[in-house]
C-alpha cells in the first residue's frame, strides 16, 4: 500500500498520541503535502551549479575545518555497510560526505552529493532537512520518509550552533542499521557538541575560557559548560551547556563574573590560571566545579562565598571535591608494533615475493633509509614459511679480515662445505641453515666477500636441491635504492648472476597509500592508551617525510609527550615544528587563530614539497585551488 493511500488522518491521530519526535514527522508530511509534493513521486534533485557551490563552500571553510574531524571519527564509530557521514550548510547544502563503498554504489551515494540540497521542499521528510527546519536533533528512518525512494534508509542528523545560538549546518548520518537508532543519534549528537565547543574556543582564542559543571568527572567531557572571560572578568560569552546549567540568570547580555557566580573573579583568577580545579556557587545557590582551559594540574580549592579556604593549608575535603589524579601524561609500556603492508602496490610485491623465495628465488629489497626493509624482510620470511628463523647479518659491521670466520666459523669455508655431520657447526651461515638469511647493508660487502657468498649459495641450492641436509631455504639482501644502478658501488659479475631473482623496492613513507593506519600502529606501539584524531593524521600525512619512519616515530613520541589528553590533535603541529625548522609563518589572515595558521603552515608546507603544485597540494590536502592560493600568494 502506498504512503498516498495511508488513511493520513488516522495515522496523524496515532501520532498525535505518540513521541514528539514522530509528530515532527507528522508535520513535516504536512508541509511536504503544501509544497505540492506526492509521495510516490520523485524528489526533485537539485544540485549546484560549480559556481554557486564553489561560493558556498569557500563561505563554510572555516567552519569545516572543524566539521571534517569529527566526520571522520563518527564515520569510524558507525561503522556496519551501506552507510555514510555528510555536512550540510544552514540551506541543507551537502558541502562533505565520507560514504562507505555499499552506499556509494547505490541510489543514496549518487544523490548525496556535494552541492545536492535536502531541505523538504525539494526532497520531501528527511533528517537533514527536517533538523534544519525544526533547529532540533531529527531521526527519520523508513518509511517516515515522504517519499518512498528512501524508505530502505534511516537517517540522523542533528544541527550545529555558534553561541550566538546561529544555525552553522548539519551533521547527518545514514545507515540501513534499523536497529541503532538511539546509539547512532548519540554519535551524531556527540560530534554536533564537539564541533560547537571547538568552534566556541576558537572564537574566544584570546579570552580566558572557563569550563564548570556540577559533577567534576564531566569537566573533561562535551557536556562541559564553557563561558569566555576577558582579563577585567567580563563574560564575553557562553556556550549552550552554561546557558543550560545557569539557567534562571541571565548571560545573554554582558555581566561580570560575580554577578553570575557568588565569589568575586579576582579573587580566584591566579587559581584558574594556574589550572587549579575550584568548587563555586552560582547567584542560584547551585555548586560548579569549575578550570581554566587547558589543564595542566588538578587540585581542588574550596571557594566559600569570597573566601577561599585554602590558603596555602590543607584542609579535608569531601569525596565529590577530591582531586583527580593527572594521569594524562603517565604512559603505560610500549607495545610490539603492528606491521602495516596494506599499500596495494606494496601488498601485491610482497606475495610475489612470498611466493619467489619458497621456490628458492633470492630476493633484493632496495629502498631508501629508514623505510622498512628489514621489517619487509621479516614479514616476508614469516609469510613464506611461517615463523622460522631468520638470521640477520648487518654488512656494515662485517671486519673484512674477519668476514670468513665471521660467516662460517673457526674453520672456515672448509668446514661449511664439507658435507661430513659435524656436532661443533659455527658461523652465521651455520646458524642459517633451516631457515632464511638476511643481508642488510649489502652495498658495504667487497667484491672478495660477495664471490663468497655468491659460492655459498650455489653449494646451498645444490644440496636443496639433492634434499640430503638441512640447507638455507631462502637468501633475502637489503641495501640502498640505487645499489644496483651506481656506479659508485662495485658487484662482481658472480654475485650479480647469483642474487639475480625478485626485486623489490620499498616505497617512501610519503608515498605510501596506508601512511594512516602507519601512523597508527607506531603511536599505538608507543603507547596504547594514545591516539592519533582524524586531523592530526591529516597533518602528518602532509609532509614530506624525508627521514620516513625513523623522522615519524621521533614526531609522534613528541607529540605524545607534549599532549595534555589520551587523543592527539594540534599538539602534532608543535612535535612537526621541533623537527621541521623551515620557517614558515602564516600569513596575515591567518595570524591570531592557532587553527588558521597551523591550516595555513601545513598549506605552505605542502606547497614548497610539491615544487608550487597547487593542484597536487589542494588534493593531497582536500583543500580548494582558491583556498591554496590564498594562503601561498605572498610566495609567488
Not at 520523485?42 to 563554510?60: A, G, Y
Not at 630476493?363 to 614479514?379: F, H, M, N, Q, Y
Request: glycine share 6%.
Amino acid at each position: 500500500m502506498s504512503v498516498e493511500n495511508w488513511d493520513y488522518e488516522n495515522r496523524e491521530a496515532g501520532i498525535n498520541r505518540a513521541s514528539g519526535v514522530i509528530a515532527s514527522i507528522a508535520d513535516s508530511w504536512s508541509r511536504c503535502r503544501e509544497f505540492g509534493l506526492r509521495a510516490a513521486g520523485t524528489p526533485s534533485e537539485i544540485v549546484l551549479s560549480e559556481d554557486k557551490f564553489k561560493t558556498v563552500f569557500e563561505q563554510n571553510e572555516s567552519i569545516r575545518h572543524f566539521v571534517i574531524p569529527e566526520m571522520e571519527l563518527l564515520y569510524n564509530q558507525i561503522a556496519g555497510t551501506n552507510f555514510m557521514v555528510a555536512y550540510a550548510d544552514p540551506g541543507g547544502v551537502v558541502l562533505d560526505s565520507i560514504q562507505d563503498e555499499d552506499f556509494k554504489a547505490g541510489e543514496g551515494g549518487k544523490a548525496v552529493i556535494p552541492g545536492s540540497v535536502w531541505v523538504e521542499n525539494h526532497r520531501g521528510t528527511n533528517a537533514l532537512g527536517l533538523a534544519i527546519h525544526t533547529k532540533r536533533p531529527a531521526i527519520v528512518t523508513g518509511k517516515d520518509h515522504f517519499f518512498h525512494k528512501l524508505n530502505d534508509l534511516s537517517c540522523f542528523a542533528v544541527p550545529i550552533f555558534d553561541h550566538e545560538e546561529k544555525l552553522l549546518g548539519v551533521i547527518d548520518a545514514t545507515s540501513n542499521a534499523k536497529a541503532r537508532n538511539e546509539h547512532t543519534l548519540a554519535l551524531v549528537k556527540l560530534a554536533s557538541r564537539n564541533i560547537e565547543n571547538r568552534l566556541f574556543s576558537e572564537n574566544f582564542c584570546d579570552s580566558l575560557i572557563l569550563m564548570f559543571h556540577a559533577r567534576q568527572e564531566y569537566l573533561p567531557t562535551t557536556s562541559v559548560a564553557m563561558i569566555a572571560v576577558d582579563e577585567y572578568g567580563f563574560i564575553e560569552g557562553a556556550n549552550a551547556n552554561a546557558k543550560a546549567v545557569l539557567n534562571g540568570l541571565d548571560i545573554s547580555r554582558t555581566q561580570h563574573f560575580g554577578e553570575i557566580f557568588d565569589v568575586q573573579f579576582f579573587d580566584i583568577v591566579d587559581q584558574l590560571r594556574s589550572n587549579g580545579i575550584i568548587s563555586i556557587k552560582d547567584r542560584m545557590g547551585s555548586v560548579v566545579f569549575m578550570r581554566a582551559q587547558p589543564p595542566i594540574s588538578r587540585r581542588v580549592i574550596k571557594v566559600d562565598g569570597d573566601l577561599l579556604i585554602n590558603n596555602g593549608r590543607a584542609e579535608p575535603l569531601a569525596d565529590d571535591q577530591k582531586a583527580i589524579p593527572n594521569n594524562d601524561l603517565s604512559l603505560n609500556q610500549p607495545t610490539e608494533a603492528k606491521l602495516v603492508f596494506e599499500d596495494e602496490v606494496l601488498s601485491k610485491d610482497i606475495k610475489e615475493a612470498v611466493r619467489g623465495i619458497q621456490l628458492g628465488l633470492p630476493l633484493t629489497i632496495l629502498g631508501d633509509p629508514s623505510t622498512g626493509k628489514t621489517e619487509l624482510a621479516r614479514e616476508i620470511n614469516e609469510q613464506a614459511f611461517g615463523k622460522p628463523k631468520l638470521t640477520e647479518v648487518d654488512c656494515l659491521h662485517i671486519n673484512p679480515e674477519q668476514f670468513e670466520k665471521q660467516m662460517f666459523g673457526d674453520r672456515g669455508k672448509i668446514g661449511f662445505f664439507d658435507q661430513e655431520p659435524r656436532t661443533a657447526k659455527e658461523g652465521k651461515l651455520f646458524l642459517a641453515r633451516g631457515g632464511v638469511v638476511l643481508f642488510k647493508n649489502i652495498h658495504a660487502l667487497d667484491s672478495n666477500a660477495q664471490d663468497i657468498i655468491a659460492a655459498a649459495q650455489q653449494f646451498e641450492e645444490t644440496q636443496r636441491d639433492k634434499n640430503q641436509v638441512r640447507s638455507i631455504k631462502g637468501w633475502i639482501f637489503s641495501g640502498p635504492i640505487d645499489w644496483l644502478d651506481n656506479n659508485e658501488f662495485q658487484i662482481s659479475l658472480r654475485f650479480a648472476n647469483s642474487i639475480q631473482g625478485k626485486k623489490l623496492n620499498t616505497p617512501s613513507l610519503s608515498q605510501r597509500s596506508d601512511f594512516e593506519k602507519v601512523a597508527c600502529a607506531i603511536a599505538s606501539a608507543c603507547s596504547s592508551e594514545y591516539t592519533l584524531s582524524p586531523v592530526a593524521l591529516r597533518i602528518l600525512k602532509s609532509c614530506n617525510w624525508t627521514g620516513n619512519f625513523s623522522e615519524l616515530k621521533k614526531v609522534i613520541r613528541l607529540a605524545i609527550s607534549q599532549s595534555p589528553g589520551k587523543v592527539i590533535r594540534h599538539e602534532i603541529s608543535e612535535a612537526l615544528s621541533a623537527f621541521t625548522d623551515d620557517g614558515l609563518q602564516p600569513c596575515p589572515h591567518c595570524v591570531g587563530s592557532p587553527v588558521r595558521a597551523e591550516t595555513c603552515i601545513m598549506i605552505q608546507r605542502s606547497w614548497e614539497e610539491t615544487g608550487g603544485n597547487v593542484s597536487l597540494v589542494a588534493r593531497r590536502l582536500g583543500v580548494s585551488r582558491n583556498t591554496v592560493y590564498k594562503h601561498v600568494k605572498s610566495f609567488q
